[in-house]
């Protein structure tokens, strides 16, 4: 099992960054991925972008690329969502989560939530 703490959520001005904190522990030798996801009020939750831990290659959703950026420290078993530019649309829960290097995504962290105000 893999345990995801989340931190660095908060209020924010549009155009304003924000950087979030992912420490994961317990059988991180487990993780192959690592990904962000968020969910805004009334809506599904969505993929936001993720790292392959052992290469760093990165990949994001189409609405947030070249605004969001993701990075890990594997010795301190952390990632990071470095947001730029933020928007009211940002505003949801932000969620980390962990996934072999091939299949779903399956340990979570509990959410951190995001505030952007005008």
């Known amino acids: 099992q893999v345990e995801l703490v989340e931190s660095g959520g908060g209020l924010v001005q549009a155009g304003g960054s924000l950087r979030l904190s992912c420490a994961a522990s317990g059988r991180t030798f487990d993780i192959g991925r690592m990904g962000w996801f968020r969910q805004a009020p009334g809506k599904e939750r969505e993929f936001q972008g993720e790292i392959n831990w052992s290469t760093g290659r990165t990949s994001y959703a189409d609405s947030v690329r070249g605004r969001f950026a993701i990075s890990r420290d594997r010795y301190r078993n952390t990632v990071f969502l470095q947001m730029y530019n933020m928007k009211l649309e940002d505003t949801a829960v932000y969620y980390c989560?962990?996934?072999?290097?091939?299949?779903?995504?399956?340990?979570w962290g509990q959410g951190t939530q995001v505030t952007v105000s005008s």
């Open positions: 989560a962990t996934a072999p290097v091939i299949g779903d995504y399956n340990y």
